[in-house]
């Protein structure tokens, strides 16, 4: 049972450009979020989805896209990388919104 | 809304001493309440979660946290500190969406 795994784990990228983070989870979850975490603050939710074919944005989603093509996997777009999208970007999937959360290890991104 | 304040940016306790990691919480409905732990470079990993049952409640690797509704608080506590331990802790409330709202995180450091 591989719970969350996010790849790759880490990336540099040069401003302007676009990417992929991709998650998946193997625990048949219908709750999967994005989260950003920046040095001395707490996680700040991206984007969430409570199905496959349903996203929402949550705090801090411009820059962002996603989609839910299946319930397995959530992928996480960066339309045209900015230096403040530096930061570590965790997926995390629940079997309900509210319940206790399993985390991937992380994505730490870095945009130059 | 909902908010979560951890009153502590950084905990120093020696080896074998108790714990102490403040909460405190504002929410305008009985909320869901849940403490994460972040080992360095790592993922976060559910330390334990209070869902409006008994208001002591135990979690992974001896620690527990007591809710009291009337100091609106969820301090997470542990008798004797571990050099594992080093790490940092997140307080996490979910709001009435079942969003996971993020405290700040407290660095527990841990002197041998």
């Known amino acids: 049972n591989a719970g969350v795994t996010q790849t790759p784990k880490f990336q540099v990228l040069k401003t302007g450009q676009s990417m992929t983070l991709q998650c998946a989870q193997d625990m048949n979850h219908e709750y999967m979020s994005w989260y950003r975490q920046d040095p001395g603050m707490g996680l700040r939710l991206i984007h969430y989805?409570?199905?496959?074919?349903?996203?929402d944005q949550g705090e801090v989603p411009n820059g962002y896209n996603v989609s839910r093509s299946t319930t397995e996997d959530f992928p996480l777009r960066l339309l045209s990388a900015a230096p403040s999208q530096t930061s570590v970007y965790f997926c995390?999937?629940?079997?309900?919104?509210?319940?206790?959360?399993?985390f991937g290890s992380g994505t730490r991104l870095t945009v130059v | 809304a909902q908010s979560v304040t951890q009153l502590d940016s950084h905990v120093s306790v020696s080896e074998g001493t108790p714990v102490l990691l403040r909460c405190n919480y504002s929410s305008s409905y009985s909320p869901s309440l849940f403490w994460y732990v972040q080992h360095p470079n790592k993922g976060l990993q559910l330390l334990l979660k209070y869902t409006s049952a008994a208001t002591l409640v135990k979690g992974i690797n001896g620690f527990e946290a007591e809710f009291k509704k009337s100091e609106t608080s969820f301090h997470l506590t542990k008798p004797s500190a571990h050099m594992s331990d080093a790490a940092e802790y997140f307080c996490v409330v979910s709001d009435s969406n079942y969003q996971l709202i993020w405290g700040a995180g407290t660095k527990l450091i841990i002197k041998p």
């Open positions: 995390a999937s629940s079997f309900h919104q509210g319940r206790g959360y399993t």
């Open positions: 989805s409570v199905g496959a074919g349903i996203t």
